[in-house]
């Protein structure tokens, strides 16, 4: 999402700066609404069965988005510094979630409400942009998900995990990553056992 080229932004109004050229007023608004928060591990950020009403900006921290299924827990992302995350379909269409976001650390984020956006995105086309490509960014992050899921065996899944994302690999538990994975524990291990 972020050129490596640039700094990466520290909260969300530098994370809405760099992918939109946000004039004096519209920058003043949006930093208006901006607000933040800190979780502490192990807090649900976002539960099942409860709206989502806010876009993250996760400042320092890390979390993960999740769904339960039989008392087995699938996870679909991580999300660490500098990264936006929400449970979009709950956030746009203000229903109920299917999905979890837990903070896998103490987590301090920066976030901007449903309502707040879409008032601003109605009175200034430079934040009206900046969401499209959030949404755009964010469909294209989910089909590239679940066409690896679909076709990586957890041996491919588990390279493309360590090149793209293998910083990550002490801050999140095994069996994390195998659920993340798709894999079990078990498999996991003797992946982790071949290299």
Known sequence: MINDANPRPSDFFQFVQSHC???????????????RKVYEKGDKIVNEGSVCNKIFFLEKGLVKTLFTKDSREFIMRFFSEGNVFS???SFIEQKPSHYEIVALENSKVSYIL??????????????ETFYRKLLSMAVIEMMNRVGRSLEETGIVAYNKFIKNQ??????????????FLGITQVSLSRIRAMK
């Open 21 to 35: 050229n946000l004039d004096e007023e519209a920058g003043s608004v949006l930093h208006s609404v901006i607000r």
């Open 87 to 89: 449970v979009l379909d």
């Open 114 to 127: 449903y309502d707040d956006l879409h008032a601003l995105c109605s009175s200034y086309h430079q934040i």
């Open 166 to 179: 293998g910083h990550l690999l002490q801050r999140i538990s095994l069996a994390d990553l195998a659920s």
